[in-house]
């Protein structure tokens, strides 16, 4: 059975940084996607990046507007863990994280789709005070 576990959320002021883990667990990565979202209070589930991964190699990333060049999706495959490195952070980013994962290449206009995915993480809350 796959599990996703994600770590490293936490407090954080204005403008500083936070990587976020996922570590998947039942079954190696080799040809899959996987995406980040984030939920805040009282607001639906939305999309923050999405990568897909196969042979090794981390294929085309998308990551929703507001965090382009902040935040960056990446894997290491030797840990099987999806990492999302967060930078230059907002008080707007605070929100719970959940990573996602689906052992299937999704085409980068459905990676953003919460449908898309099999696997969820139990998310992870990250609060930036300003």
């Known amino acids: 059975q796959v599990q996703l576990v994600e770590s490293g959320g936490g407090l954080v002021q204005a403008g500083g940084s936070l990587r976020l883990s996922c570590a998947a667990s039942?079954?190696?990565?080799?040809?899959?996607?996987m995406g980040w979202f984030r939920q805040h209070p009282g607001k639906e589930r939305e999309f923050v990046a999405g990568?897909?991964?196969?042979?090794?190699?981390?294929?085309?990333?998308r990551y929703v507007e507001s965090v382009k060049g902040r935040f960056t999706i990446s894997t290491d495959n030797a840990k099987n863990t999806v990492y999302l490195q967060m930078n230059s952070l907002k008080s707007e980013d605070t929100a719970v994280y959940y990573c996602?994962?689906?052992?299937?290449?999704?085409?980068?206009?459905?990676?953003?789709?919460?449908?898309?995915?099999?696997?969820w993480g139990q998310g992870t809350q990250v609060t930036v005070s300003s």
């Open positions: 990568a897909t991964y196969i042979g090794m190699r981390t294929y085309p990333t």
């Open positions: 996602a994962v689906t052992y299937r290449v999704v085409s980068m206009m459905k990676i953003s789709e919460s449908s898309e995915y099999d696997y």
């Open positions: 039942g079954r190696t990565f080799s040809t899959d996607s």
